[in-house]
């Protein structure tokens, strides 16, 4: 009978394997946090530019000819949203960054089956969202702003799942 190769083995002088499940959202995560590192600096740079666009939409009139959809998307609750975002664009910044950062080390860090590394990640995971909620209010995760949880919890959970594999 063959000798399987067992990743949590530390004992052997080989070195463990990363699962394919932990690999693949490892790899998610990278991509993730390079996203998410260019979006903060985009959102940074384009805050000032997206609240008079949206400002001038909305007092134009125009949306009156918008689908209904549409209009139910810009209201007044949007705009103090996005002008909150505007007034605090720096400290979003810093933490957006800041969170895209320890994303990926701590995605670098369980490569390397170490268990800091889930700290870390899960750290950079919620920490943007506390504070967009504390500077934003709750208007910040309304309507289709939602679904920016859905990849969070589904990657929190799922690496709580592979959590067990990370040795050191």
Do not use: H
């Not at 004992?11 to 991509?31: A, D, F, H, Q, Y």
């Not at 957006?96 to 089956?113: D, H, I």
């Amino acid at each position: 009978m063959s000798e399987m190769n067992n990743p949590f083995d530390i004992s052997t002088s080989e070195k463990p394997v990363l699962s394919s499940g932990l690999n693949v959202i490892t790899i998610l995560t990278i991509i993730g946090s390079v996203v998410s590192l260019l979006s903060s600096v985009w959102t940074f740079i384009s805050a000032k530019k997206s609240y008079e666009s949206l400002r001038a939409t909305m007092e134009s009139g125009s949306l009156d000819n918008a689908p209904k959809w549409v209009r139910g998307m810009l209201t007044p609750e949007m705009l103090e949203t996005t002008r909150k975002m505007l007034e605090n664009k720096f400290p979003l910044l810093i933490v957006g960054v800041l969170g895209s950062l320890l994303c990926l080390y701590g995605a670098l860090e369980m490569r390397k089956f170490k268990k800091q590394g889930y700290m870390l990640w899960l750290v950079g995971e919620i920490l943007p969202m506390i504070v967009l909620f504390l500077l934003i209010g709750s208007n910040a995760f309304a309507g289709w702003s939602l679904i920016s949880l859905l990849f969070p919890i589904i990657f929190i959970i799922l690496y709580t799942l592979y959590k067990k594999e990370l040795l050191f």
